[in-house]
């Protein structure tokens, strides 16, 4: 075998070339398919160097000058740059190929391969279609058309309201086909259509008989109201079960709020009660306990509100002291009242009474409280006084309360010596009457000093509930102190000599307000003229006033 090297010893590349030679006929042989690669046998022994082939022409390139005999090597210097490579000359010529070696062992021939597809057919003519036979004889007639379904009708009148067709019912109609000419049969399902309401009311049931022209209809089901006369007959499926509950869906979304409406106009006001103010009797009675006392009153009773069962009390005010009968009504028609006496205060005959709601019983008495502590000791005020010409002299800030009966006392103590039934204050600039209240004399301001007076009538119902005052000032009128809801009491109000003392009714912000009857509360103001005021409680801030003017 010879092998073609190049000049420092490599295998020239050399251009692709097809070899082609010429194989004499009678060496080829038929040779099968070839089996599996057998195993590499063994590596034939190296034919003989071949001579070495002419170098082929040098590739473009520099002219490179004749290699000097290699002196001894020089130290390293330092590693220039890697010049740049020149291009890489072409190919030699490729050497003869080397002698053949020996044929290696027949390999283990292999499985048969997949079978090929078909060939297509060969070509070939068809032959001619053979005769077609005679036809065979007709078949048979057409056989009738079935009764069927279509068709039945009636004219039987028939109504669906009222409850006069329920479901159980039998109903007949009278067809126009006979039931052998129709498919209809007992026992079957069908549904009777009212023809003149557009098939919106029926009857449906079982077929329980069908003779003749006379179909019979048991009813399951109907729909619809009236009363019909024609009818068309259809088949009718037995009726499902009901289907279940479908899921409930989701809740809708609140709606936005719509606006709020206008305001009503307010009403009309009612017209006030009757109440029970200002009755009256003007008639002489005897104050007994236990007795069952008629009184002709100026009111009628669908004009008040007092009833049978209800406890008053009559007070006369013609005295000076309080004199009254309390109880129950025991009838009460027209102007006549009858009260059976459980109490009384004073005794004797009295003409002129007033009837007002009475305090419910007392009560039984409260145990003790307990003793509270002892009070810081107060300031030390000094006051003095002399016989018939009384006078009174305190500290600033003190407050100087009388506590007295209105008789001489001959061991010393405080005299008030009541003249005329008056007691009277002078009081100067630097002083003002805090509060007054005494319900068995006549309470009266001085006149000195008028303008810078501030007098007050504070009525007490713990002490009574006819109080009598003498004006001989202005004066203002607060509401009554441990009045309970229910009570009532009577302001009695003379002018003196001089008259137009105007006293002003004011509320209090811990106890309440007056409301007049009528809004009338201005007094007389003649000299010595006598006006009544009866106040009743009837909330725990609200008390009813009714003024009556001019007794004479």
Do not use: C
């Not at 297509?120 to 077609?132: A, D, R, V, Y």
């Not at 039945?152 to 028939?158: A, D």
């Not at 009726?239 to 609140?254: E, N, R």
């Amino acid at each position: 075998m010879t092998k073609i090297l190049s000049d420092d010893g490599s295998t020239p590349k050399l251009p692709s070339r097809t070899l082609t030679a010429a194989i004499p006929r009678s060496q080829v042989d038929i040779v099968g398919p070839t089996g599996p690669k057998g195993a590499t046998g063994p590596t034939g022994p190296t034919g003989p160097k071949g001579a070495t082939g002419s170098t082929g022409p040098t590739g473009i390139r520099g002219a490179t000058g004749n290699t000097g005999p290699a002196g001894p090597q020089g130290t390293s210097g330092i590693g220039g740059s890697t010049g740049i490579t020149g291009p890489t000359g072409p190919s030699g010529l490729r050497g003869a190929t080397g002698v053949k070696g020996d044929r290696g062992e027949t390999g283990v021939t292999g499985p048969t391969g997949v079978t090929g597809v078909t060939g297509p057919t060969g070509l070939g003519t068809t032959g001619p279609t053979g005769p077609i036979g005679a036809t065979g004889p007709g078949g048979g007639p057409t056989g009738p058309i079935g009764v069927g379904y279509y068709g039945l009708t009636s004219n039987t009148n028939m109504v669906i309201e009222g409850g006069l067709l329920d479901v159980g019912d039998t109903v007949g109609f009278t067809t126009n086909f006979m039931s052998t000419e129709t498919a209809f049969t007992n026992g079957q399902r069908i549904r009777a259509y009212a023809v003149s309401s557009t098939n919106s009311s029926f009857l449906e049931g079982d077929i329980t008989s069908f003779t003749g022209n006379l179909l019979n209809l048991t009813i399951t089901n109907s729909g619809g109201s009236g009363s019909y006369t024609m009818w068309n007959f259809s088949t009718a499926g037995i009726m499902g079960a009901s289907g279940t509950v479908g899921l409930t869906g989701p809740t809708g979304a609140v709606g936005i709020t719509g606006t709020t409406g206008a305001t009503g106009a307010t009403g009309a006001t009612g017209a006030s009660g009757i109440g029970y103010l200002a009755l009256t009797a003007n008639v002489a009675r005897t104050i007994e306990f236990g007795a069952n006392i008629s009184f002709p009153v100026n009111k009628t009773a669908n004009l008040t509100a007092f009833t049978v069962g209800q406890r008053v009390r009559a007070a006369n005010i013609a005295a000076d002291v309080i004199n009254a009968v309390e109880g129950t009504i025991t009838a009460f028609t027209g102007n006549t009242m009858y009260v059976l006496t459980d109490n009384i205060t004073g005794d004797g005959i009295y003409n002129g009474w007033v009837i007002s709601a009475a305090p419910g019983e007392k009560g039984s008495r409260g145990s003790a409280g307990v003793t509270g502590p002892t009070g810081a000791t107060g300031a030390s005020g000094s006051f003095t006084f002399g016989n018939l010409t009384t006078s009174i002299t305190s500290s600033p800030g003190t407050t100087v309360r009388f506590t007295s009966n209105t008789t001489a006392n001959s061991s010393g103590n405080l005299q008030i010596n009541v003249l005329n039934n008056e007691i009277s204050f002078a009081l100067p600039t630097s002083m003002k009457l805090i509060e007054t209240v005494i319900s068995t004399a006549n309470v009266v301001a001085g006149t000195a000093n008028v303008g810078n007076i501030s007098s007050n009538i504070r009525p007490d119902w713990a002490t009574g509930s006819i109080f009598n005052y003498t004006l001989k000032t202005n004066a203002n009128l607060f509401v009554p102190n441990n009045m309970p809801i229910g009570s009532s009491v009577t302001l009695v109000f003379t002018q003196d000599a001089v008259g137009s003392r105007v006293v002003t009714p004011v509320g209090n912000v811990t106890t309440g307000t007056y409301l007049f009857a009528g809004n009338i509360r201005t007094l007389s103001t003649a000299a010595n003229a006598v006006d009544m005021v009866n106040v009743v409680r009837t909330t725990s801030s609200q008390y009813l006033a009714a003024v009556s003017l001019g007794y004479k």
